[in-house]
């Protein structure tokens, strides 16, 4: 490019920084910067988080709030029907870790969980060691 031209400005390779001459719509000053740059894109595109990881701990911690504010109100573990969940939201399909044990098995919201009863009737407990890594 001609250095006397007023209106010229240098660019540069978008993956070493180069300075770049020639056409303008040039990115990169060869093939090897050309690929890195690619790949380092697709690497960066393929690391943002899909909108459901937000959706899904937003239920979560509407989940955990529930729970949470069952075990509060009766200070302790308590038993409630399944729809009195439901109305306020629950759901039953996300939680955190599941707990097995000779009455049956709890999942668990960090430290809060339920265990389904035969009655159908849910039971609604906590458990500090459920939220130790
Ligand atoms: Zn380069």
Redesign the pocket.
């Known amino acids: 490019m001609n250095a006397f031209n007023p209106h010229y400005l240098p660019f540069e390779?978008?993956?070493?920084?180069?300075e770049?001459h020639g056409r303008r719509d040039k990115k990169?000053?060869?093939d090897?910067?050309r690929n890195a740059g690619n790949r380092k894109r697709v690497r960066s595109e393929t690391w943002y988080e899909p909108l459901f990881v937000a959706q899904i701990n937003t239920i979560l911690k509407r989940n955990y709030k529930i729970l949470k504010t069952e075990v509060i109100r009766h200070s302790g573990p308590t038993s409630v029907g399944r729809f009195y969940l439901v109305d306020k939201n629950f759901s039953f399909k996300y939680y955190t870790s599941i707990l097995t044990t000779s009455s049956g098995t709890y999942h668990f919201i960090y430290d809060h969980g339920w265990r389904e009863l035969d009655d159908g009737k849910i039971m609604v407990v906590m458990n500090p060691k459920q939220a130790e890594l």
Do not use: A, D
Not at 13 to 18: S, Y
């Open positions: 390779c978008l993956q070493c920084g180069k770049l990169y000053c060869n090897t910067c």
